[in-house]
């Protein structure tokens, strides 16, 4: 099992920025893959971001070039920095992790971007 708890969501201002963080937890060794989803209002989950072991991280098209995936070095702690946000990034960010037969969920963390 792993546990995955998101934090560092809130209301920003268009073009500011925010830090995302996921702090996971139990048989950590077992994660093949971790990144992040997005959940807009009205729209169905979208993963945004991933890291795949020493892989070069995969972003959405739509942040591409504005948002960044970290891992720290012993990979218990996830980041998501969000640079120039826009309004449609609002919505709830959930951290996810992958092994090889499960998918772990962090209970998800709402990002609103508005003036």
């Known amino acids: 099992q792993v546990q995955l708890v998101e934090s560092g969501g809130g209301l920003v201002q268009p073009g500011g920025s925010l830090r995302l963080s996921c702090t996971a937890s139990?048989?950590?060794?077992?994660?093949?893959?971790i990144g992040w989803y997005r959940q807009a209002p009205g729209k169905q989950r979208e993963e945004i971001a991933m890291i795949r072991g020493s892989s070069r991280p995969t972003y959405e098209d739509s942040v591409k070039g504005r948002f960044a995936i970290s891992r720290d070095t012993d990979g218990d702690k996830l980041y998501l920095q969000m640079d120039s946000v826009k309004p449609e990034d609002t919505g709830v960010y959930y951290c996810y992790a992958r092994s090889r037969l499960y998918t772990y969920w962090g209970q998800g963390t709402q990002v609103t971007v508005s003036s």
């Open positions: 139990g048989n950590t060794v077992t994660i093949i893959n």
